[in-house]
Structure formats: C-alpha cells, structure tokens
C-alpha cells in the first residue's frame, strides 16, 4: 500500500502569515505610487520615474491629492480612488500619513506594499506607536509590508523598480536582502560594473511584517533563485529564520554578513559558559547549524556574490592555479592552505599534455608557472589541459601585466577556454589601468575577477565551506551505542525545589545532572571539620575538598578548594584555613560547610561542557577546554538544541583540545562517543527544562579515556515560555508516540521519524515489491541514494509530519511510514505513505494514516492532498475509509482530498451525547 509523490524542493509551514501575498510584492499586475511627485530631488519623482522607467508592463497609479498629474500620469487623490485594481502599493508619504493610507489600501483590496517612510521604531516610543498602527491596519485586510524605513524592491525579470535606487541591476539568478538600504544601493553600484545579475533585489526596512524568513522561504521556492545573500543587522523571528534557513540551505546557498561582533553583555555573566558564549558566537552557531556561510566584510560579501552568480558551485577543495608570474602564484599557494583548500597534484598525463604547449622551463607542477612572456595562445593552451585533469575542483587563473602579454587578448583567450565548463574559473587580473580592458572582458564573459589571487581564494573558500558544511549536517546519525538514562520524574522535581533557590549548589547541580545520566564523582557534605575527615577515609586517599556556598560562583576565586589531601589530619588543617580565607574575602557569604570528593590524580585532559540560554537563540551548548584558564584560552565551540551524536562529534571537531582528545605523547584517546552521549545528555535537559539559565560543568575530567564531571554550577530561572517554544529549532516530539494493535491483532509502536532511522528506511525500501515502489514514488526506483534517505529521515519538525510503525517487539524494523509535507501556509498538507509488502492488509497504513491526519489537524491543517495510480486500488480503498474526496484526474491517476474541518465536524457529529 503506497501512494503519494513527494518534492526533493523546501517546503514551508506558516509561521506568522508565511507566504501569503508575498508574489504580489514582486509581481504585481497592477502598481499605486503613494506620494508620487515631480519635485527635484525628492524621493516620491525618484519612486514614480524608476517604476516606469524600470518598464514596468502593468498600469502605474500615481496617488497625490495636489496634483492632477505626475510624471505624464494621471494622478489619484487616494488609493481608493484608482479606477483599476491595486496589487501593490509603494508609499512614500510622512509616516504620520502611512496608517490612513493602510486603511485606504485596505478598502481598495490591496494585496501587498512598500512603506518607504521613515521614522518609525528608530526615533523612539512614537515611531513604535506609529507602526504599531500600521501594522493594525494593514492586517485587517491581509497586506503584506515590506519596511519602513527601506529603499524598496526590485525584480529585473519582471521590470520592477519599486524602489528610489537609480540603477536597475541586470537580470540573473542571485537574490539580495538587505537591512541597510546604503549597503543595496552600493552593491547595486558595484554590480554593474561587474556584470553581476540579481533576480531579486530587497530592502527590507525595519521589517514590520515581512522579515528575512519570509524572504527566505519565498526565494528558496522560486526556480530563477540560485544562490541567497543576506546583510542582517539583527533578526526578527529566530525560530522561523532558523526553520527557512535550514530548509533552504539545503538546495540554495545562503551568504550572511552579520555586522555587529561585539562582545557586549559576556560581562556580566556569571559562569564560564555565559562569558565565553557572547552574542556573536551565538550567531556564528546558528548560522552553521542552519548551514547558513558567514563572511565579515563587505568585501567578501561582493566577491562571493560575483562567484556564485557567475560560476558553478566548487564540489571540492582542489584547485589548480595558473599563472605568468612566479610570486603571485606562490602566494596564492599560501592562501590556499591558510584558507583549508588544496593545490590540485596534477596527473602525470596532465603534466605531459602541459610539456607539449608550454616552454620547457616552465614550473612543472601546480601553481602552473607558464613564465612573464606568456602569450595569449599559451594561456588558452594551459588552461584547456588543465581543464581535463580530473583531480581539479576549481580554477584560479593570474595575469601580472608585463611588456610580453597582452591582458586584454589574455581574457578572450580565458573565455573562450572556460566556455562550457563544470567547475568554476576565476581570475586575477592584478594591477590597475593597464588591466582594466581585460577585467571588462572576462566579467562580460560571466568570469569573476579579483583584484589579488587572496582575495578570489577566500571567495572561493566560502563556498567550499557552505558544501562541506551541508555535507556534514547531513551525515546519517547512529545509533546510540546504549540506552541514555534520563530520569524525567527526579529531573522535574529537582527543577521545581531548585527554582526556589535559583543558584544551584555544587553536589545539588551534579545531582541534577546524574538524572540525565551525566556521570559525575562522588561528593559528600561535611558540615565540620571532624566529619570531612571521616569522610574522606570512607571513600580513600587522596581527596579533595571544596567550599560549599550558594553565594560564591567561583571557587578558585576565594581559594576554596583545597587538593591532594593524604590523611584526615589534612583534611582538618585544610578545613581550618579554607575556611579562614573565605572568611576574609567575604565575611557576609552564607557558608554551609564543605564538600568532600576523592581527587583523580593525574587526568589526562580538562574539558569544559556548559550551558546558557540566550535572549534570542534559547539554550546554547558550549564544549572547549577546561580548568580555570578556560577563558583565557578561549578554546571553546557552540551549538543550538536538539543535538544528536554527528552533531556533538562536529562541535568537538571545532576545537583544538579535540585534536589532543586522539591521544597526546603518553595521554591516551578519550573515548569520544562518550563525550559526544555526554553533549547530547545535556542537549536533552535543555530540550527539556527551559528553566536552565546557566550551567557550567568544569572540568570535565578524563582518566583512561574516561569522562566524568568533577565541579558543576547551575542556575535556574522561571522561563517565560514552556518546553520546545523556548527553542529556535524544533525538537523530536515525543507527544507523538503510540503504542496500540491494529484491527489485524498486530502489535505497533507509532512514533516520529527521527535521523537515526535512516538506515531501517532502507530495510523498509528492501522490504516493498517492484510494484510497490513505484506505486510509492511514481518511477522504478532500484535503492534509496543518500540524498533521498537524508530527506526522509532529517526533518524539520515544524514543516513535515512523518510518522514510522515499528514492531513492537522488535523496535529496529519500520513497518511503514507516513508523511504529510506542508504547503507554504501551513493550511495545505501533501501526504505520501509507504507500508512494506508483509505488513499490507494488517491495519498498519490505516493507523499511520489516522495519527497523520490527527496531527495535522492539530495543528490547523486544513486540506490534506495526494495522487494515487489508478492500479493502486488498496490505497483508494484506504483513502475512502480514511474520508478522502476519491477522483479520477485526466491522467489516469485519482487526486484524493480530505477536508479535515469536515472531517473533523463529521467525526464529532457521530459520537453520542
């Protein structure tokens, strides 16, 4: 029993008002240009002349009550006074006047605008009241806003100019959002000297209403859009950001420039974690889970967006340079290693196709020196062998001018060599005037050019970084090696006694954490002196023994901790003097005694693992180097909840103590899957207990391989908001799990999918007959590629419902699965479902189907759709039972569709009273 077809594309679930009318912001049929004029210099002439200049194809509608014409147009008095229908309204009024235009765009039944004015949020309390009222207005009648406080918006394919930029850039597959509309008009600028095209140009303001996930999710659906740049000075709706982004980046590279890397408010933090997880390290984390390439300048922003409009994606790291001058070709050796990237080792029959055009001096490796009197012809030759070797990934190709080449007639012989090519070619034209015709050349032939080979490497380092980042995150998870214990029952308890306290002891924290099946040593609670001492020759020599004070974060910082205590006799002095010093670094600190914990003498390794929870991204898990000079070192990496086991490895693989964790001189390896239970153990209880504001466990301590947790600090307080919405991704829904027998007498356990799964949905695939696959993907399918069992199993829990039938004795075998994919307004739903041919017949796809279709009712789905082949009778015949609408479409296949508000109503109408 299969049906169902699904798409490999991003599909969107509504956050807010998601998609909706968002076409009619870039392609309208019709324009109003609100605050048109022809007076000199001012931005309502520059709206109306770039809007048909631009050579927009639908009717412009200039809107000024005292004139009766503008730029050669009629004028209107108001919106609502156009004769024609409006899609998209661009205002340029004051902004005291923008709520009274809303309400009139909303009487005329204005699909979308764009409020240009300024003087909202950025001058205060008023401005906020203002758009406040804006937004009120707007959202009455369901009109998208883009702004205020913006340039505008422009799309080349549809000859849309509805902004006050003087350019309109050529047409071409890169988008752009900014926040800074300075920054668009410069790039605007620059990208018509480089021959760079853009399918969608965006300023989007203070974003009121549409913001950059919306974009996101708009673009990453529209087939022109290659490749998304993003300037962002702060975020809006983080989870809907981070849940387009994530979806996205999967198909379409996504290039932020971020400003602000301050490290403003790590001060006042109280713990390790909190200092050494500022603000932008934060973003730095979400970006790369998103799979999201970071770059810090301006520059680097241009020059990756002249590569990705110009030329294929890199599939590796391998380049080869090509060069007439030694110097910059070593350079730009150096660059390449420095930036993570390779010189291509050429292949032996590269290497004498190479002698047969080139001198016999020439560098007989890779940089390919073809020496300062190189010639036109002896470039074309270079580069056309080079282009055969099939260890090259990319192409770098530097012309230093000198008396014998010929620049210009060099860059035709580079464009016509690369025509047609799979991998990207670019080049370093270095110099000024006497480069300048041959730059114009190449970036008319669509070759990207940089002003020195540095600069081109790291543009093309940023995209090898966005595949090797996407690669990674989308590595099949394994199983964990065994059962995590995760005792919720004590974890609540100890959370609700310990929000009364706010700062958690130590032995309170390590206790906390030995309900998540963190392992931790022992610690005892001495009150006195005599009784540390019998504690310490309870548990064996050596010990070591620590302040015990809700009102002291650091230890170390009062000397509370003393170490390698040999006999009971120390264990008193010590006590004795501890307590002396904290004494007389704060005579008013509540002291409750001491604890006592058997010291591990010689550890191999110090690491820190902590927590915060972050203003805007939620809980934040760190991992680094540990010991009291953690934040000096500073070696330390991020990561957002939910974490799995390939994404632990990946946060310690960013560190440098990771590299000593393989083993050091005589230090054996740490065993790294314990580590990586560990960062998922403490991923959980923040999944889980959004109260966790702080936590701090270091060191973490590992002798013989083996992690435990040796010191830990926690601070809870009250959340404003309950487990997962205090998260920015959504976590695995466990709400969702059932365990029931179907009408068969079989035994199932329903649950969501999860990345693990992946390799029990190719046993499931092994387990469907050649007419059951394609009754279930519509093509003869001999196996599932990776690409397609990433898709399927590593969802996005707030776009897909995809839920798996197990046995119940036998948990590592899917019976089958059953999803329902999202539209971009969350109200329409696409379901597939696949059950293995011994399990059809048995109730199992009647079981998914229902808890599908539960769910999404659940969650305000109100159509759920799917194609069926007109062969496959018994999915007809569940869709009927199911309360499927059953009709045979013009293709020989039936369309099947449930109402569920229908359904729903039906269903209730039926049960007694």
């Known amino acids: 029993m299969e049906a169902g077809r699904i798409g490999y594309g991003p599909n969107q679930r509504k956050f807010e008002m998601g998609l909706y009318n968002l076409g009619k912001i870039f392609e309208p049929d019709s324009m109003a240009v609100v605050g048109a004029s022809d007076k000199r210099g001012s931005i309502g002439r520059a709206l109306i002349q770039n809007a048909v200049l631009g050579g927009f194809q639908g009717p412009i509608y200039p809107v000024n009550p005292h004139r009766a014409e503008v730029n050669g ?58 758009e406040k009222r804006i937004d009120e207005k707007a959202r009455q009648g369901g009109i998208r806003v883009v702004g205020p406080n913006c340039l505008g918006v422009i799309c080349p394919r549809c000859r849309l100019n509805a902004s006050f930029a003087n350019r309109m850039p050529e047409d071409g597959k890169l988008a752009f959002i900014s926040q800074s ?68 980046s999967r198909v379409k590279p996504i290039v932020v420039l971020k400003s602000g890397r301050s490290e403003a408010g790590a001060e006042a933090a109280s713990s390790h974690t909190g200092a050494m997880a500022a603000e932008d390290a934060v973003y730095d984390a979400a970006f790369k889970r ?122 035709r012989s580079l464009a016509q060599a690369v025509k047609g090519r799979p991998h990207p070619v670019f080049a370093s034209w270095i110099g000024g005037l006497a480069v300048e015709e041959g730059r114009t050349l190449l970036n008319e032939a669509g070759i990207p050019t940089y002003d020195t080979p540095e600069q081109a490497i790291r543009a093309f380092m940023h995209l090898h970084e966005y595949a090797e980042n996407l690669k990674a995150l989308q590595e099949i998870p394994p199983q964990h ?187 054996p390896p740490a065993k790294a899957e314990l580590l990586q239970e ?12 959004p109260e966790v504001a702080e936590l701090d466990m270091n060191p973490v301590i590992v002798k ?38 179907t009408a068969k007498g079989l035994e199932i356990f329903i649950r969501p999918i999860k990345p693990e799964d992946a390799p029990l949905l190719l046993d499931l695939f092994g387990h469907l007959s050649r007419e059951s696959v394609y009754n279930r993907f519509f093509s003869p399918l001999k196996t599932l590629s990776h690409d397609m069992l990433v898709r399927f199993s590593q969802i996005d829990y707030d776009r897909e419902i995809a839920m798996v039938a197990l046995d119940s004795e036998e948990e590592n075998r899917i019976l089958g699965v059953a999803r329902i994919i999202l539209g971009p307004d969350k109200d329409r739903g696409e379901f597939a479902i696949a059950v293995g041919d011994p399990w059809q017949g048995m109730g199992v796809g009647s079981r998914l189907l229902q808890h599908a279709l539960r769910i999404a009712g659940d969650w305000g789905v109100r159509t759920v759709y799917g194609k069926v082949l007109a062969e496959n009778r018994r999915m007809v015949q569940l869709a009927r039972k199911g309360g499927f609408h059953v009709k045979r479409d013009g293709s020989g296949e039936y369309a099947i569709t449930v109402d569920l508000d229908q359904k729903a109503r039906s269903e209730n109408e039926s049960v007694p009273i």
């Open 481 to 667: 090696a065994h059962y995590i214990r995760f005792d919720h029952e004590r974890l609540r308890e100890l959370v609700r006694q310990g929000l009364r306290k706010g700062r958690l002891t130590e032995p309170e924290s390590k206790e906390l954490l030995s309900a998540c099946g963190i392992p931790v040593n022992r610690t005892e609670i001495a009150a006195d002196e005599e009784r540390a001492a019998e504690l310490a020759g309870g548990m064996g020599f050596p010990v070591v023994l620590k302040i015990l004070s809700r009102e002291i974060t650091h230890k170390s910082d009062v000397r509370g901790v003393e170490v390698g205590l040999r006999d009971g006799d120390e264990v008193k002095r010590a006590w004795r003097a501890m307590m002396a010093r904290v004494r007389s670094f704060d005579p008013d600190a509540v002291v409750d005694g001491a604890t006592v914990q058997p010291m591990v003498v010689d550890p191999d390794y110090e690491l820190l693992l902590g927590a915060k929870r972050d203003v805007h991204f939620g809980p934040v898990v760190l991992f680094g180097m540990g010991g009291f000079l953690a934040e000096f070192f500073r070696d330390r990496a991020l990561g957002l909840p939910p974490l799995n086991r390939n994404l632990a490895r990946m946060l310690m693989e960013e560190t440098r103590v990771n590299e000593l964790l393989h083993g050091y001189r005589n230090r």
């Open 73 to 130: 147009l009629r004028a209107y008095t108001s919106v609502t006074a156009v004769e024609g229908d409006v899609d998209l309204a661009v205002i340029a009024t004051p902004i005291a006047a923008v709520p009274e235009v809303m309400e009139d765009c909303v009487k005329k039944g204005v699909r979308a605008s764009i409020v240009i004015s300024a003087g909202g949020r950025e001058i205060g309390e008023q401005g906020l009241a203002l």
């Open 290 to 411: 998103a799979g999201v390439v970071r770059v810090n300048t301006i520059g680097d922003l241009f020059d990756c967006a002249e590569l990705l409009a110009k030329q294929p994606r890199p599939r590796g790291p391998r380049v080869i340079v090509v060069t007439n001058a030694g110097g910059p070709g070593v350079m730009a050796a150096d660059s390449l290693s420095e930036n993570g990237l390779e010189l291509t080792r050429l292949e032996p029959g590269t290497l004498e196709k190479l002698d047969r055009v080139l001198p016999p001096h020439w560098s007989r490796g890779n940089p390919v020196d073809i020496l300062g009197d190189a010639t036109p012809e002896r470039y074309a030759g270079a580069i056309e062998q080079c282009l055969e070797d099939p260890g090259m990934d990319g192409m770098l190709v530097i012309l230093n001018p000198q008396a014998m080449t010929d620049p210009a007639e060099a860059a």
């Open 704 to 741: 013989d391989g083996v992690p435990q947790v040796v010191d830990a600090r926690v601070i809870l307080t009250p959340s404003p908001v309950s487990s997962p919405h205090h998260l920015v991704i959504s976590p695995y829904p466990d709400q969702y799990e059932y365990r029931e027998t």
């Open 181 to 248: 509309g300075a920054l668009c008009t410069a790039i605007l600028d620059l990208s018509v000297k480089e021959h760079i095209g853009f399918s969608h140009f965006v300023s989007t303001g203070s974003m009121l209403d549409v913001d950059f996930g919306d974009l996101i999710d708009y673009l990453g659906d529209e087939p022109q859009v290659q490749s998304i740049l993003l300037y962002v000075e702060h975020l809006k709706s983080f989870r809907k950001f981070m849940s387009a982004a994530r979806a996205v």
């Open 678 to 689: 560990m960062i998922v153990q403490l991923a959980h209880l923040l999944v889980d207990f």
